[in-house]
T-cell receptor, first 111, second 113 residues
């Protein structure tokens, strides 16, 4: 079946540090890939997405590139802020209706 | 305006009780979902409805019964609540065919004592 594996957290960084959160997937066919973010006490918000190989999703300084050859969709940001502290979820969707989520990675940014 | 709303936001109840959580979306989407997030933040789909028809039921106990009176609403009724049902329940919606980008509600934190 389809699955998503994310790096375990928590990830603790200082403000303005470079962020990478690794995400790899297993899927049949060509899934769409997503990063969702969950701020404390809130629901999930779509951060970015990519629907086909080599697509790059970007939003709020975050980027991720759909790499079919390595089945990866790593999230990056050049300079994190305290306000980026949240839980980040990588997810995939095949032609079906459901999202399959990774376990989530807690990001803590210190000032 | 809130796109996907859930009520209540918090629900504290005793074991054995029956409770309901309501969800409404005003995005005009045709598909709605219920997810369960456990204490370790792991998210798993429970149900999905498309145009009021059940299309996903992920081996959820029979005590959980979703109901979709129309495309804009998907409610979750839980009978005989157990301690293990304590979690945050998220409703979501999407429009079929748009890469399944889902929009989530704020969540309902259920605590069973």
């Amino acid at each position: 079946g389809n699955s998503v594996t994310q790096m375990e957290g928590p990830v603790t960084l200082s403000e303005e540090a470079f962020l990478t959160i690794n995400c790899t997937y297993t899927a049949t066919g060509y899934p769409s890939l997503f990063w969702y973010v969950q701020y404390p006490g809130e629901g999930l918000q779509l951060l970015l997405k990519a629907t086909k190989a080599d697509d790059k999703g970007s939003n709020k300084g975050f980027e991720a590139t759909y790499r079919k050859e390595t089945t990866s969709f790593h999230l990056e940001k050049g300079s994190v802020q305290v306000s980026d502290s949240a839980v980040y979820f990588c997810a995939l969707s095949d032609r079906g209706f459901k999202l399959v989520f990774g376990a989530g990675t807690i990001l803590r940014v210190k000032s | 305006d809130t796109a996907v709303s859930q009520t209540p936001k918090y629900l504290v109840t005793q074991m054995g009780n029956d409770k309901s959580i309501k969800c409404e979306q005003n995005l005009g989407h045709d598909t709605m979902y219920w997810y369960k997030q456990d204490s370790k933040k792991f998210l798993k789909i429970m149900f999905s409805y498309n145009n009021k028809e059940l299309i996903i039921n992920e081996t959820v106990p029979n005590r959980f019964s979703p109901k979709s009176p129309d495309k804009a609403h998907l409610n979750l009724h839980i009978n005989s609540l157990e301690l293990g049902d304590s979690a945050v329940y998220f409703c979501a919606s999407s429009s079929q065919g748009r890469s399944n980008e889902q929009f989530f509600g704020p969540g309902t934190r259920l605590t069973v004592l």
